[in-house]
């Protein structure tokens, strides 16, 4: 199955400053790779598909970028309510798999 | 609006049995395929199953054993995951999932306890 590896395990940042969270798969997805945010005692709720497109709803702060092997998710200007976890999702190969998560933390 | 509710979870013995469900509404539902993802308490998440649209063709986690079951009936809206032989690993808020290539939207979670 592919692996996906997210780091940092954590990330602390301030109100309004920029985050990068990374994510590596094993093998090549191509774009077929997904973000998720998940907030404590929520369900996770996708943020971008196709390595870039962001989902319905979702502000223009959060951007994805990447192919193949290395991803990145950017959050430009934190805001209160992005403190969460992100996960990074392959689609390209069953099993699905999930990166182990970033928690993005208040510095 | 899309909308996955899942019912069914509890607690239950190692070695008992427990058939979680998912209703789902605010889309064909019968054009999807669909799966269940799970989260143990303060872990990632972990796929489980998936079922095509048709119910013909379904995949599990290797940690299945044969043990889940997965199935849906197109004409109810809703996905079922049997669940036997059940072990106290097997904690988790069981998700169902919608894909649409990705996975599109979640359901709440119902949380499964095995323990004695």
């Known amino acids: 199955e592919i692996v996906m590896t997210q780091s940092p395990a954590t990330l602390s940042v301030s109100p309004g400053e920029r985050a990068t969270l990374s994510c590596r798969a094993s093998?090549?997805?191509?774009?077929?790779l997904a973000w998720h945010q998940q907030k404590p005692g929520q369900a996770p709720r996708l943020l971008i598909y196709?390595?870039?497109t962001r989902a319905t709803g979702i502000p223009a702060r959060f951007t994805g970028s990447g192919s193949g092997t290395q991803f990145s998710l950017t959050i430009s200007s934190l805001q209160p309510e992005d403190f969460a976890v992100y996960f990074c999702?392959?689609?390209?190969?069953?099993?699905?798999?999930f990166g182990q998560g970033t928690k993005v933390e208040i510095k | 609006e899309v909308q996955l509710v899942e019912s069914g979870g509890g607690l239950v013995q190692p070695g008992g049995s427990l058939r979680l469900s998912c209703s789902a509404s605010?889309?064909?539902?019968?054009?999807?395929?669909m799966y269940w993802v799970r989260q143990a308490p303060g872990k990632g998440l972990e796929f489980v199953s998936g079922?095509?649209?048709?119910?013909?063709?379904?995949e599990h986690a290797d940690f299945v054993q044969g043990r889940f079951t997965i199935s849906r009936d197109n004409s109810r809206n809703t996905l079922y995951l049997q669940m036997s032989s059940l072990r106290p690993e097997d904690t988790a808020v069981y998700f169902c999932?919608?894909?649409?290539?990705?996975?599109?939207?979640w359901g709440q979670g119902t949380l499964v306890t095995v323990s004695s």
């Open positions: 196709g390595a870039s």
């Open positions: 079922i095509n649209n048709k119910g013909d063709s379904t």
């Open positions: 093998q090549s997805v191509g774009s077929n």
């Open positions: 999702q392959q689609y390209i190969d069953w099993p699905r798999t």
């Open positions: 999932v919608r894909e649409n290539y990705y996975f599109a939207n």
């Open positions: 605010g889309f064909t539902f019968n054009i999807y395929t």
